[in-house]
């Protein structure tokens, strides 16, 4: 179902992401938590290769989308919006996100349907659209609302 590479923002000049369709799984680098939020408690995680799951979403330019708008921080991006809850500074976004995240891609044509499938097995606390699972059901709430 989910073929991935890799992606470690710091290597960021190595990166061979392609400029076609997919999903994407953003998680935390081992031993990586969240900042803390005095109004937000820690989010449950399941793990994806031993990673905790934060994340995923489909593009229809993977590069574009994960480099772009994700780590660079161009254009529209709900992830940015919602790690700005708990690091305000676009700048320092950007720095936390090459220093604490991998990304995992996978391309493909029926994106929709298997970022679908992620959310139901993952449980991703950033994806607030498409996640009816109980476990975290307050935590996206609350983050839904400081976004």
Same mark, same amino acid.
């Given at each position: 179902?989910? %073929?991935?590479?890799?992606?470690?923002?710091?290597?960021?000049?190595?990166?061979?992401?392609?400029?076609?369709?997919?999903?994407?799984?953003?998680?935390?680098?081992?031993?990586?938590?969240?900042?803390?939020?005095?109004?937000?408690? %820690?989010?449950?995680?399941?793990?994806?290769?031993?990673? %905790?799951?934060?994340?995923?979403?489909?593009?229809? /330019?993977?590069?574009?989308?994960?480099?772009?708008?994700?780590?660079?921080?161009?254009?529209?991006?709900?992830?940015?919006?919602?790690?700005?809850?708990?690091?305000? /500074?676009? /700048? %320092? =976004?950007?720095?936390?996100?090459?220093?604490?995240?991998?990304?995992?891609?996978?391309?493909?044509?029926?994106?929709?349907?298997?970022?679908?499938?992620?959310?139901?097995?993952?449980?991703?606390?950033? /994806?607030?659209?498409?996640?009816?699972?109980?476990?975290?059901?307050?935590?996206? =709430?609350?983050?839904?609302?400081? =976004?």
């Amino acid at each position: 179902m989910f %073929d991935e590479k890799v992606c470690y923002p710091l290597n960021i000049e190595e990166l061979k992401i392609p400029l076609e369709s997919g999903n994407y799984i953003i998680c935390l680098k081992n031993g990586v938590k969240l900042p803390s939020h005095n109004e937000l408690q %820690d989010p449950v995680y399941t793990t994806f290769k031993g990673f %905790d799951v934060l994340y995923t979403g489909i593009a229809s /330019n993977l590069f574009k989308r994960i480099i772009g708008n994700h780590i660079v921080g161009l254009g529209k991006s709900t992830f940015r919006v919602s790690l700005g809850v708990f690091i305000s /500074n676009s /700048n %320092d =976004r950007t720095k936390w996100i090459l220093e604490n995240l991998i990304f995992f891609y996978c391309q493909n044509e029926n994106a929709e349907e298997i970022e679908k499938i992620i959310i139901n097995k993952y449980n991703p606390p950033f /994806n607030l659209k498409h996640n009816t699972n109980p476990i975290n059901q307050e935590f996206r =709430r609350e983050l839904g609302v400081k =976004r």
